[in-house]
């Protein structure tokens, strides 16, 4: 996992990623409490509300 500057990870977050699919977080995303992403590239200044699913 990549997190850029600024980043930051509320409580009880689900992040995978693996070699084929990397999990990267651009500079200051915000991602909120019980979200879940898995192997997918968030760009940078971009919030993710409480329980979002981001998928490859």
Aim: glycine share 16%.
């Amino acid at each position: 996992m990549e997190l850029g500057e600024g980043g930051i990870v509320m409580e009880n977050p689900v992040l995978r990623g693996t070699r084929r699919d990397p999990l990267i977080l651009g500079r200051q995303v915000l991602v909120g409490p019980t979200s879940y992403l898995t192997g997918c590239r968030v760009e940078g200044e971009v919030f993710l509300a409480t329980g979002s699913r981001v998928f490859n």
